[in-house]
C-alpha cells in the first residue's frame, strides 16, 4: 500500500507553518504515538482493549489527515480484535509513514 503524506504534510504546515523543524517534531510525535496504539492493539487481551487502543488511533489519524491510517482504523474496529491482517497493514502503513 503506498502511503499518502501529503494530508498529513497539510496539516501540519496549516498547524505550525513553515517550521520544518517542529513539522519534523510533530511527525515523529506522531508516528510514535501511530506505533504505541498499534503495539497495545498487538497486545490487547480483551475486545475492550483492542477497540479503545483502535479508537485512538482512529482519533490520532483524524486529527493529523492521515486518510489511510484512519480507514484501517475503522477496518480494525469493525473485524475481529486481534486480526493478524489488519496488524500487518497497520504496521506497515506506519513504518511507511515513517520511512517517507
Not at 497539510?10 to 517534531?25: C, I, K, Q, R
Amino acid at each position: 500500500m503506498a502511503y499518502d503524506s501529503g494530508a498529513i504534510n497539510a496539516s501540519l504546515a496549516a498547524a505550525v507553518g513553515a517550521d520544518p523543524g517542529l513539522m519534523g517534531e510533530l511527525r515523529l510525535a506522531f508516528v510514535e504515538s501511530a506505533a504505541r496504539q498499534a503495539d497495545l492493539m498487538g497486545r490487547a487481551r480483551c475486545d475492550a482493549n483492542w477497540a479503545f487502543a483502535a479508537s485512538r488511533l482512529k482519533g490520532l489519524a483524524a486529527s493529523f489527515g492521515a486518510l489511510q491510517l484512519l480507514a484501517l482504523a475503522d477496518e480494525a474496529l469493525e473485524g475481529a480484535p486481534g486480526d493478524p491482517v489488519v496488524m500487518r497493514k497497520l504496521r506497515a502503513a506506519i513504518e511507511e509513514f515513517a520511512a517517507s
